[in-house]
């Protein structure tokens, strides 16, 4: 009763027990139909599925890639030396846990940093009063020597003075003992 002839698939089977034949047939056009529509399910569903799965690999790759990025623009912010720079803990796993540590040792490296310039200033005031010890001592060592120069000069014209002053009247006596022990002396007068 079909108006336009169609294609059709039939299977058959001789039952030889009971003397029938037993057949079933389906049009090829309503089969692949079937297959056709079976496979346009299965590419929407192929496709539906990677759809999915892109989407959420997308999200879980920022929930991973994020922090890290975060991580790392944090350390080139310290390395800088903006030594406030700290990551956002997000989560409570372990990327969690690493930029709580990072946050940690940023905080440790700041305390160090601080430390270091303080030391760095006592030392810079340390040097400065140093310096201005130093600079008073010279001046100090510098008065002495010249009090200590103007002594030397005093004793030696003391010293030449005086040297003079008794050499002058001893040479005087030597002359005149010489004098009278070579002439005639009474006991007085020895």
């Known amino acids: 009763g079909d108006k336009v002839p169609k294609d059709k698939m039939v299977i058959y089977k001789y039952l030889e027990e009971i003397g029938y034949i037993v057949a079933a047939g389906i049009y090829i056009d309503e089969l692949y139909y079937e297959v056709y529509r079976l ?9 539906m599925a ?4 892109f989407i959420l690999s997308m999200r879980l790759s920022k929930s991973f890639t994020n922090p890290i990025i975060e991580l790392k623009l944090a ?4 390395l800088s030396g903006n030594y406030g720079a700290r990551s956002e803990v997000v989560s409570n796993d372990e990327i969690g846990d690493l930029a709580h540590a990072f946050n940690n040792m940023v905080i440790q490296i700041e305390r160090n940093y601080d430390e270091i310039v303080n030391q760095k ?3 810079e005031g340390y040097s400065k009063n140093l310096e201005r010890m130093v600079e008073d001592r010279t001046k100090e060592l510098n008065e002495i020597k010249e009090k200590a ?3 030397t000069l005093a004793k ?5 003075n005086m040297s003079h002053e ?3 009247p001893i ?3 030597m002359g005149f003992s010489e004098l009278a022990l070579k002439t005639q002396m009474n006991s007085k007068q020895k």
């Open 166 to 168: 008794i050499r002058t």
């Open 121 to 123: 200033i006592k030392i």
């Open 39 to 47: 496979g346009y399910v299965i590419i929407f569903t192929t496709i």
């Open 171 to 173: 040479n005087a006596i």
């Open 149 to 151: 120069e103007a002594a």
């Open 50 to 53: 990677a759809l999915f799965a």
């Open 156 to 160: 030696s014209d003391f010293l030449a």
């Open 75 to 78: 350390s080139e912010e310290i």
